[in-house]
């Protein structure tokens, strides 16, 4: 699913903590809903789930920066994550990764200067008897190779 | 005829989907009859996409299938495995935990009751909180998230608890490199793990539960949602289950990359919205966890094999396995392997049968050189030890650990000074930062390899010394077993070590 990057308004944001305030330990869930509707962590929410939850904006901030999942400012249209865990590495994984890194000339967490595609690294997506593995967006690919590899990066406009 | 193609999330990726839309539309063509069933996997991955074809005489297997195969396939004229059941690595297999998965429709309630689901159910809604408890116990069941902490204490422990409010979390966090029985199952028959968690639920005085599902499996839980809905709507879920006057309901929460989230305490302040890090024990979680309150964490096969208890016995179960490891085990095996899979069977199966017999060794065709056992903080085991039985005390016995029983296969190409340096790495990367030996040791241990890689003999004393300080100081197992898979490399594979010293000399 391609990340939206519209300027979240304080009543969209307002909207989506609500439908999770009753929740008990609604923080993940706002989160994951946020980041699920604007692509990444808005800053304005970070005081409003500190004044909702009566934590301090510190301590909200804290939990965003602690999951890797969670991001503070927009991806690319598109998220590339390449698995480099063991199981993987053992099939050429780490090679695969390194290729092509190395082709779109990005380091882990960057995104390609078109805004396209954030390649990210993943450990293990449970694909471990078919790898080499990577997620595009939701959806999960096995027994990659370059080629196969070469078809995600330009179907994704990298 | 039907046709049973997988929609577990394994199969997907190797292109299912599209098998599917190709067999739908060239039925549409031909103006076949065809009904097509998706199913979880039978887990013979390297087959996958395994499409299975019923004429009216048993189901019939073909794979890998691919979209330019489905003329052939429904012409009948493609080469296939016979039936599935007489393909060796499933025939040799003992299905409890995983009976269903692959054969029903893992969204079919009714489908999932005549193939024994919610009989397990209906005995323990009989049976008192004491008697269902006992069940568990005598059943030898041991916790298959990788502690192999017996679940019928623990199930005790929140029984006897007194609180106003007890919960039963499913650990479905399933970080380790190497497995996916967890999110095979919940694909692939996802009510089996909601029963097993209503029975923890009646067994322990719960009435909520929770499963914390990693957000790196979006298909499970899409499948946990739908399953849990469904339930609910049939009444084996939520208020008076099963006409039975008892209550739980249960939710699946979704985890946010943090591989130490797995850990049990740091799952339950990630639960409570919390930073992920790891809580000193005591207090259990039996007694103060989610939220305060006396909280049984079990991992997904560990609450999926509860129905199949329920239904066929303790005893039945618990006359498989050898010494103190009872039941089945499942195992997959994964990496650099010719048939990868789940592979359940009793415990005791040695690791040269798992890896050689029925991986049939590489997939690239070169010698085995190693295998981690127990995911990414499992020891590295070279093929000389391969006559070791799969239990938890006799890996143990070897320097392993049995851990999600995940089996990494890797051939002579692995350089194992690497592997070393990743597992440092990878503690590094997600270390919850509470402890130092942890958090920094890790990094002076990937800066140490690379001393020892640049060919500096020194460094080699230096390493196994941070190995020490991480084991003894460190508060949970991350940081406490990044050593197994460091050690092990370097005191199995010293060559990896040597070499490179010399070449850079
Ligand atoms: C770093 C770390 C990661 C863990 N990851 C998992 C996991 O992903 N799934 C799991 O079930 N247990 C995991 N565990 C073990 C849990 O702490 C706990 O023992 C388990 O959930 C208990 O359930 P069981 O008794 O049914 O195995 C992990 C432990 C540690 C130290
Ligand atoms: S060993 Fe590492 S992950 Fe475990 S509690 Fe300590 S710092 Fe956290
Ligand atoms: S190690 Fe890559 S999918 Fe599991
Ligand atoms: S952000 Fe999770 S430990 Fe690094």
């Not at chain 1, 330990?25 to 994951?32: A, K, Q």
């Not at chain 1, 997506?125 to 070469?150: E, F, N, S, T, W």
């Not at chain 2, 020891?379 to 029983?405: Q, S, T």
Request: glycine share 12%.
């Amino acid at each position: 699913m391609p990340q939206t990057t519209s300027i979240p308004t304080d009543a969209e944001i307002a909207a989506i903590l609500a439908e999770h305030k009753h929740r008990e330990g609604p923080l993940l869930p706002m989160l994951h809903a946020l980041q699920a509707e604007f692509g990444y962590i808005p800053t304005a929410a970070i005081a409003r789930i500190a004044h909702l939850l009566n934590m301090t904006k510190a301590e909200v901030h804290g939990v965003v920066s602690f999951y890797h999942d969670f991001r503070e400012r927009p991806a690319g249209h598109h998220v590339v994550k390449i698995c480099r865990a063991e199981a993987c590495q053992a099939v050429g994984g780490d090679a695969l990764a390194e290729e092509t890194l190395a082709k779109l000339g990005l380091d882990w967490h960057a995104t390609t200067p078109n805004g396209a595609l954030t390649v990210e690294p993943v450990y293990c997506l449970g694909m471990c008897a078919c790898g080499p593995a990577a997620m595009v967006d939701d959806k999960v690919v096995g027994r990659l190779d370059a080629a196969r590899m070469a078809r995600i990066l330009t179907e994704a406009g990298a | 005829m039907k046709l049973y193609i997988p929609m577990d999330s394994a199969a997907k990726a190797l292109g299912a989907d599209d098998v599917a839309e190709a067999v739908r539309r060239e039925a549409e063509a031909r103006d076949l009859d065809v009904t097509i069933i998706r199913t979880g996997t039978r887990g013979m991955i390297w087959l996958e996409p395994l499409v299975e074809i019923d004429r009216g005489n048993g189901r019939e297997a073909f794979g890998p299938v691919t979209p330019k195969d489905v003329t052939a396939l429904l012409d009948g004229t493609l080469d296939g495995h016979g039936p599935v059941e007489n393909i060796p690595f499933f025939a040799r297999q003992t299905r409890l935990t995983f009976a269903r998965c692959g054969v029903i429709d893992p969204l079919d309630l009714a489908d999932y009751e005549k193939h024994g689901g919610l009989a397990g159910l209906r005995r323990a809604i009989d049976l008192s909180s004491a008697e269902i408890v006992a069940e568990v116990t005598d059943s030898g069941l041991r916790g298959r998230g990788g502690a192999g902490f017996p679940t019928g204490i623990k199930w005790k422990t929140v029984m006897e608890a007194e609180a106003p409010q007890k919960y039963i979390v499913c650990n479905a966090d399933e970080g380790d490199s190497g497995t996916f029985a967890d999110r095979m199952i919940m694909e692939g028959d996802p009510f089996t793990l909601i029963e097993g968690m209503v029975i923890a639920g009646l067994g322990v005085g719960a009435t909520k539960g929770y499963v914390y599902l990693r957000s790196e499996y979006p298909d499970a839980i899409a499948v946990m949602n739908e399953a849990i809905r469904i339930a609910r709507a049939k009444g084996a879920l939520g208020e008076d289950i099963l006409g039975s006057n008892r209550s739980f309901d249960m939710e699946v929460r979704v985890g946010a990359g943090a591989y130490v989230c797995g850990e049990e305490t740091s799952l339950l302040n990630s639960l409570e919205g919390k930073r992920g890090v790891v809580r000193a024990k005591p207090p259990l979680p039996a007694l103060e966890g989610f939220l305060g309150r006396p909280t049984v964490v079990n991992n997904v096969i560990s609450l999926a094999t509860i129905p199949v208890i329920f239904e066929r016995g303790a005893q039945l179960y618990a006359d498989f396995g050898m010494g103190r490891s009872r039941g089945t085990v499942t195992l997959q095996i994964a990496g650099n392997v010719a048939r990868g899979g789940l592979f359940e069977t009793a415990f005791g199966i040695t690791l040269g049968e798992v890896v050689n017999d029925l991986g049939g060794g590489t997939r690239s065709g070169q010698p085995v050189k190693a295998v981690q056992v127990g995911g990414p903080l499992g020891a590295y085991i070279p093929v000389a030890n391969f006559d070791a039985p799969l239990g938890y005390e006799e890996l143990d016995a070897k320097g392993g650990l049995l851990g999600h029983a995940g089996l990494t296969v890797f051939d002579d190409s692995v350089d194992m000074l690497k592997m070393a340096r990743f597992a440092m790495e990878f503690c590094a990367v997600e270390s919850c930062g509470k402890c130092t030996p942890c958090r920094i040791g890790s990094v002076r241990g990937v800066e140490t390899i690379d001393r020892i890689a640049r060919g500096d003999a020194d460094a080699i004393p230096l390493l196994t010394d941070l190995c020490e300080t991480m084991t003894d100081g460190s508060l949970c197992a991350l940081g406490g077993f990044t050593p197994f898979p460091v050690m092990s490399a370097l005191n199995h594979f010293p060559d990896d070590f040597a070499t490179q010293k010399e070449a850079a000399e």
